[in-house]
Each structure stands twice: as structure tokens, then as C-alpha cells.
């Protein structure tokens, strides 16, 4: 099981508003250490919808390599 963290490492999305979320979240060591979707959305409060959106298919994408 890797981190979040790692995933945003690892993973690739390209000229999407998930690779937008993936550069600031890599960037922003205040969401390395989420552990949940519901954590990352509250750290994410009072931003744009279209990037919360975004976030979320990227969490969505990060469960799936959980199982």
C-alpha cells in the first residue's frame, strides 16, 4: 500500500485539471498526508468546485490502486 503522497509521485495525467491538482497537491505538503477523501475535501473547502471536482477523480484514481 503506498501513501498518497507517493501516488501523486507516480502518477500520470496529462493537460487535465487532474494534472493541474496533481502539480499543486505534489507541491502543497499539507495534503501529502490525507488519508481520506473526506479529510482531502475538507482540507479543500472554500476552492474552486471544478478543482475539488478534479481532486476528487484523482483520490477516486489513488482508491484504485489501494485494492
Given amino acids: 500500500m503506498i501513501s498518497f503522497k507517493e501516488y501523486l509521485e507516480t502518477c500520470r495525467f496529462e ?9 499543486e497537491a505534489e507541491a502543497n505538503s499539507d495534503l ?5 477523501w473526506s479529510e ?3 482540507r479543500l473547502a472554500g ?15 489513488y482508491e484504485e490502486t489501494q485494492a
Fill in 15 to 23: 493537460a487535465s485539471p487532474e494534472a493541474d491538482f496533481v502539480r
Fill in 40 to 42: 482531502l475535501s475538507r
Fill in 47 to 61: 476552492r474552486p468546485e471544478s478543482e475539488r471536482r478534479a481532486a476528487e477523480r484523482v483520490w477516486r484514481a
Fill in 32 to 36: 501529502h498526508g490525507v488519508e481520506s
